[in-house]
């Protein structure tokens, strides 16, 4: 049987972002077993940037829960990443899920390539910021192919499942996931590589996406602007070769900064000793 994966970056027990994870499971048409985790009720520690889960296959320094659900997802055939929208952005735990992607890059050859949906929730139309973008690009930089994304209105605990279009929403994802034949297209104004939507202009109609940083061309047709992003093959978000070659550059860097240990510690300690901390007056 196959396995899905649902995170939840919401912390309501019930609400919007976990009923829209069921309802698309329940539109999945191969059997399944669907496991959850709301990301908030887990032990989920920020990212202090060792890099030691690089040299440890993935186990991090950090005693939580960030490897029970990578384990899970190393097992998964695919993922259901939903959560709210919270003052134009998503609820912060799905940032501090994201950050810690460094262990997926461990495992990266154990992930690439696997399918997923994201859903986003916000409670008034059109204010949903940049929370779409931010959950397809976390699923996409963490390895996964995002097969297709959608965005839910429900402001009330429960009231996303009154609306026939969000109960339609979520079946296409829940068909979408998991056929190997599904091609997502992306709207005139994504970049269809990682479907950002924030673009640096260059010169000559050529553009930067600002989320994968593949750059490509803008093109006209019947005054409607159509993108084409081209993958770079060094660019540290493009395959499962550059992935790894990106992998390779981290791990050597452990020995450039034994080379100038020293030099690195002499700068720093001059600046140790200025400023007023606050979280001192805290710990008071």
């Given at each position: ?226 993108l084409e992003i081209a993958p770079d093959p060094h660019n540290i978000l493009g395959d499962l070769e550059a992935r790894l070659a990106h992998r390779s550059w981290l791990m050597g860097m452990k020995d450039k900064f034994k080379e ?25």
């Open positions: 049987m196959k396995k899905v994966v649902g995170l939840i970056g919401s912390p309501r027990k019930l609400g919007n972002s976990e009923l829209i994870v069921k309802e698309i499971s329940r539109n999945i048409p191969e059997e399944h077993e669907l496991v959850l985790a709301h990301l908030t009720k887990m032990d989920l520690k920020p990212c202090t940037g060792c890099y030691q889960c690089l040299f440890k296959q993935g186990r991090c320094s950090l005693n939580d829960n960030m490897s029970t659900v990578i384990d899970e997802l190393s097992d998964a055939n695919g993922l259901i990443l939903a959560a709210p929208t919270y003052f134009l952005g998503p609820y912060g735990i799905v940032k501090i899920f994201t950050d810690r992607a460094l262990m997926f890059l461990a495992r990266m050859e154990e992930f690439y390539g696997k399918p997923a949906v994201t859903v986003t929730l916000a409670g008034i139309a059109g204010r949903e910021g940049y929370s779409p973008v931010a959950l397809a690009s976390a699923a996409f930089c963490l390895g996964f192919d995002v097969k297709d994304q959608g965005l839910v209105y429900a402001a009330l605990p429960g009231e996303a499942l009154l609306s026939e279009k969000n109960k339609s929403i979520a079946a296409h994802l829940g068909r979408a996931l998991l056929d190997p034949n599904y091609v997502r297209r992306p709207k005139a104004h994504e970049c269809n590589l990682c479907s950002g939507n924030a673009f640096k202009f260059l010169n000559n109609d050529e553009i930067e996406c600002l989320t994968c940083h593949n750059r490509g061309k803008i093109k006209w047709s019947n005054e409607t602007p159509h100038n240990k020293a030099i690195l510690k002499e700068v720093s300690i001059g600046y140790s000793n200025e400023g007023r901390w606050i979280h001192k007056k805290c710990e008071d």
